[in-house]
């Protein structure tokens, strides 16, 4: 493994900004292509009381992108919809490694939880 030199930490916020965010454990139900799109790949995920699509920028990262079905991972959930590609997310993976240049990974419940717990 590489040496990895962690980004500085940014700005304090408060904890009424964190709670504004509304971060839940989903299943990945399914993972499909996004037609125009040479990034995004099309999760269903399921939350419990509904099902949603979230568009992932992640298909240039994993060889297997079915791997991740079957498995509960974290979301965003209150963001405003956003049309890419000519489809609509609703909401965000928050995965784990992206932002730093490191091949992302989801991140996971230590165990299963009922889908449409927030974290937090």
Same mark, same amino acid.
């Given at each position: 493994?590489?040496?990895?030199?962690? =980004?500085?930490?940014? $700005?304090?916020?408060?904890? =009424? &900004?964190?709670?504004?965010?509304?971060? /839940?454990?989903?299943?990945?139900?399914?993972?499909?292509?996004? $037609?125009?799109?040479?990034?995004?790949?099309?999760?269903?995920? &399921?939350?419990? &009381?509904?099902? /949603?699509?979230?568009?992932?920028?992640?298909?240039?990262? /994993?060889?297997?992108?079915?791997?991740?079905?079957?498995?509960?991972?974290?979301?965003?959930?209150?963001?405003?919809?956003?049309?890419?590609? #000519?489809?609509?997310?609703?909401?965000?993976?928050?995965?784990?490694?992206?932002?730093?240049?490191? /091949? $992302?990974?989801? =991140?996971?419940?230590?165990?299963?939880? $009922?889908? #449409?717990?927030?974290? #937090?």
């Amino acid at each position: 493994m590489s040496l990895f030199t962690p =980004a500085a930490v940014k $700005p304090t916020v408060s904890v =009424a &900004d964190v709670e504004k965010l509304d971060v /839940r454990v989903g299943t990945i139900l399914s993972v499909g292509e996004v $037609p125009n799109s040479s990034k995004l790949l099309k999760l269903a995920v &399921d939350f419990g &009381d509904h099902t /949603r699509t979230i568009l992932a920028g992640m298909k240039t990262e /994993r060889s297997h992108p079915q791997e991740i079905v079957g498995l509960q991972a974290l979301f965003v959930v209150n963001l405003e919809p956003k049309r890419m590609a #000519g489809e609509v997310s609703q909401g965000m993976l928050f995965d784990i490694g992206f932002a730093d240049g490191v /091949r $992302p990974v989801l =991140a996971v419940p230590e165990q299963a939880v $009922p889908n #449409g717990v927030r974290a #937090g």
